[in-house]
C-alpha cells in the first residue's frame, strides 16, 4: 500500500515557478511508478509527466518548463514548474502504480494523493 501526500501549491503570477512536491509512504516505493496529473475546472484530469523504469516523460503542454525528479533514498517525487502560464491552473495530483510502462492515463494508476491547487494568474 502507497500514501501519497502533495505539498507546494500556491499562488503565482504569469511567468513564475512553483515546485510541488509528493511524499510517498509504504513499502517498495522504489518499484513504483510515479507520476502528476492535473485537473482544472470543468475538465478532465490530465497528464503531466511521469517517473518509470525507463523513462522520464512529459505532456506536450509542459516540456521545457516543467522537470521531474525522484529521491529515492527519500521517497519524494517532485515537479518543478517555470515559466507558468494562467492554463496551468489547476489542482495537481501525485499518483503511483505498480506498473512497470504505465500508460499515460489516470486510470493506469493505482494511488493518488489529495492534490494540491496551483493558480497562475495573468
Known amino acids: 500500500q502507497v500514501q501519497l501526500v502533495e505539498s507546494g501549491g500556491g499562488l503565482v503570477q504569469a511567468g513564475g515557478s512553483l515546485r510541488l512536491s509528493c511524499a510517498a509512504s509504504?513499502?517498495?516505493?522504489?518499484?513504483?511508478?510515479m507520476g502528476w496529473f492535473r485537473q482544472a475546472p470543468g475538465k478532465e484530469r490530465e497528464f503531466v509527466a511521469a517517473?518509470?523504469?525507463?523513462?522520464?516523460d512529459y505532456a506536450d503542454s509542459v516540456k521545457g518548463r516543467f522537470t521531474l525528479s525522484r529521491d529515492y533514498a527519500k521517497n519524494t517525487l517532485s515537479l518543478q514548474m517555470n515559466s507558468l502560464k494562467p492554463e496551468d491552473t489547476a489542482v495537481y495530483y501525485c499518483?503511483?502504480?505498480?506498473?512497470?510502462?504505465?500508460?499515460?492515463?489516470?486510470?493506469?494508476?493505482?494511488?493518488w494523493g489529495q492534490g494540491t491547487q496551483v493558480t497562475v494568474s495573468s
Open positions: 509504504g513499502r517498495g516505493f522504489s518499484r513504483y511508478s
Open positions: 517517473s518509470t523504469w525507463t523513462s522520464t
Open positions: 499518483a503511483a502504480t505498480i506498473r512497470a510502462s504505465p500508460r499515460n492515463y489516470d486510470h493506469d494508476y493505482d494511488y
